[in-house]
T-cell receptor
Framework: EAQVTQNPRYLITVTGKKLTVTCSQNMNHEYMSWYRQDPGLGLRQIYYSMNVEVTDKGDVPEGYKVSRKEKRNFPLILESPSPNQTSLYFC?????????????FGPGTRLTVT | QKEVEQNSGPLSVPEGAIASLNCTYSDRGSQSFFWYRQYSGKSPELIMSIYSNGDKEDGRFTAQLNKASQYVSLLIRDSQPSDSATYLCAGPLNTNAGKSTFGDGTTLTVKP
């Protein structure tokens, strides 16, 4: 079964305490992305990765880091979280083969920074 | 101007009607567009992709792309209450399949 997993699903933390949200996919997809979703602002891309060791900024990368050391994993790191990073975060993996594009999202991580 | 703009809605249609969702984009180089459905409290799900001008049909769903006018639409025929969700339009820029920009979404309610 095609699956993108994220952990944790819910996280409440305090300002400045480093955290990592993990993301893993089992489809051998080359592309992976992180998004945040906020009311009134829609779904915005934070970072994406085209393959192992290849990452690039999305539309809202400030305050986030990512790494892609293995094809299946794409963790999101908040070195010093702030309250404006309170949001719903989605990881996604995708592939493009010719004109066939598929993308799957993880179940989401709801982060609250106090 | 946002790269991808959607009619913010909300949109309400009676069961059995056609629901029409629209999206405009600013980058003429955009090659492909996608429609996602997101049920409340769930993650987005890719339901349609379209790469060339014209219509693409998949069951009750039809995606339409007009590159000259820079708009893309999604028609849902014979709308069902189970179609009630937020629909998101997205467009990868050019041929970089990694980067994508989403519209804000249109919330559709299908009333029995």
């Amino acid at each position: 079964e095609a699956q993108v997993t994220q952990n944790p699903r819910y996280l409440i933390t305090v300002t400045g305490k480093k955290l990592t949200v993990t993301c893993s996919q089992n489809m051998n997809h080359e592309y992976m992305s992180w998004y945040r979703q906020d009311p009134g602002l829609g779904l915005r891309q934070i970072y994406y990765s085209m393959n192992v060791e290849v990452t690039d900024k999305g539309d809202v990368p400030e305050g986030y880091k990512v790494s892609r050391k293995e094809k299946r994993n794409f963790p999101l790191i908040l070195e010093s979280p702030s309250p404006n990073q309170t949001s719903l975060y989605f990881c996604a993996s995708s592939s493009l083969t010719g004109l066939r594009y598929e993308q799957y999202f993880g179940p989401g991580t709801r982060l609250t920074v106090t | 101007q946002k790269e991808v703009e959607q009619n913010s809605g909300p949109l309400s249609v009676p069961e059995g009607a056609i629901a029409s969702l629209n999206c405009t984009y600013s980058d003429r180089g955009s090659q492909s567009f996608f429609w996602y459905r997101q049920y409340s409290g769930k993650s987005p799900e890719l339901i349609m992709s379209i790469y060339s001008n014209g219509d693409k049909e998949d069951g009750r769903f039809t995606a339409q792309l007009n590159k000259a006018s820079q708009y893309v639409s999604l028609l849902i025929r014979d709308s069902q209450p189970s179609d009630s969700a937020t629909y998101l339009c997205a467009g990868p820029l050019n041929t970089n399949a990694g980067k994508s920009t989403f519209g804000d979404g249109t919330t559709l309610t299908v009333k029995p």
